[in-house]
T-cell receptor, first 114, second 111 residues
Framework: DAGVIQSPRHEVTEMGQEVTLRCKPISGHDYLFWYRQTMMRGLELLIYFNNNVPIDDSGMPEDRFSAKMPNASFSTLKIQPSEPRDSAVYFCASRAPLFNTEAFFGQGTRLTVV | EDKVVQSPLSLVVHEGDTVTLNCSYEVTNFRSLLWYKQEKKAPTFLFMLTSSGIEKKSGRLSSILDKKELSSILNITATQTGDSAIYLC???????????FGKGTSLLVTP
């Protein structure tokens, strides 16, 4: 398996634009997580899905952020409209449906909003 | 609210030194504690600890959990420049399946 695949790797956009980040989890993993990493706040959980259903979105900062998982092999995180304070590295991670397993991370998307 | 605190926040050592990284946590319904290493991009898994007092070891790295003290340490012996990275501690609970991460310890090993 190629691991968790995220795209794009880098995104530079102007304030007010819509940004869509994409993630393909590892096949067979039924948990998918979106995290955001900044120097100030570290790795923060934004939302996670189980079997394509959002379970906990309490970490989504505000209504400008939305996430979907239309099927087991694809998820998106959308920011509309984007703001400079959204600049961060966004990670997607997935894990297997076993009791004590680790999460595997994608390479991340570095988002810069100017 | 669950809390994971790592110390120190950053550390600079010379090659060959031994380092100890700390992680303390407050979490409801603790299930597991995980250590990850983050070099340039994606965090990569090192260890998962669920039971107190049982050391996990991989080469020069080892880790142990103390459930009474709500803490864990990660030891790296005979450090090498390739150990330079951010080391992340994360805790999982039985209340959900997401991991709650600390802010990490940034380790720099100089030649």
């Amino acid at each position: 398996d190629a691991g968790v695949i995220q795209s794009p790797r880098h995104e530079v956009t102007e304030m007010g634009q819509e940004v869509t980040l994409r993630c393909k989890p590892i096949s067979g993993h039924d948990y998918l997580f979106w995290y955001r990493q900044t120097m100030m706040r570290g790795l923060e959980l934004l939302i996670y899905f189980n079997n394509n259903v959002p379970i906990d979105d309490s970490g989504m900062p505000e209504d400008r952020f939305s996430a979907k998982m239309p099927n087991a092999s694809f998820s998106t995180l959308k920011i509309q409209p984007s703001e400079p304070r959204d600049s961060a590295v966004y990670f997607c991670a997935s894990r297997a449906p076993l009791f004590n397993t680790e999460a595997f991370f994608g390479q991340g998307t570095r988002l810069t909003v100017v | 609210e669950d809390k994971v605190v790592q110390s120190p926040l950053s550390l600079v050592v010379h090659e060959g030194d031994t380092v100890t990284l700390n992680c303390s946590y407050e979490v409801t319904n603790f299930r597991s504690l995980l250590w990850y290493k983050q070099e340039k991009k994606a965090p990569t898994f090192l260890f998962m600890l669920t039971s107190s007092g049982i050391e996990k070891k991989s080469g020069r790295l080892s880790s142990i959990l103390d459930k009474k003290e709500l803490s864990s340490i990660l030891n790296i012996t005979a450090t090498q420049t390739g150990d330079s990275a951010i080391y992340l501690c994360a805790v999982g609970s039985n209340s959900g399946y997401a991991l709650n991460f600390g802010k990490g310890t940034s380790l720099l090993v100089t030649p």
